[in-house]
């Protein structure tokens, strides 16, 4: 998975225009690890969403930013964990 950043992150939207109750996890270059870590969350039952100001995708060079992944803020601290995990069993 790479290097990640725990910090702000949500669904194709932003988390001030009704993504409440929603906190970031992971903050990471891509679009694409940011819906890979999404899918780890989903399959291990927490719901979570990508955040990017990148044109729905279109403009994938606006992403300056980072690409955030939103989760529950009810289940912040086992996304967490399980980000965790998964860092220290990467080789």
């Known amino acids: 998975m790479g290097d990640t950043e725990r910090s702000p992150g949500g669904s194709h939207g932003h988390p001030e225009s009704g993504q409440a109750g929603l906190v970031p996890v992971a903050v990471v270059p891509s679009r694409t690890e940011a819906d890979l870590i999404a899918g780890l969350l989903r399959n291990n039952g927490l719901r ?21 992944v939103l989760v529950a803020a009810a289940d912040e601290t086992e996304a967490r964990q399980l980000l965790a995990a998964v860092d220290e069993s990467a080789p």
């Open 48 to 68: 979570a969403v990508v955040s990017a100001d990148d044109a729905g995708g279109l403009e994938p060079q606006l992403q300056v930013y980072g690409v955030r």
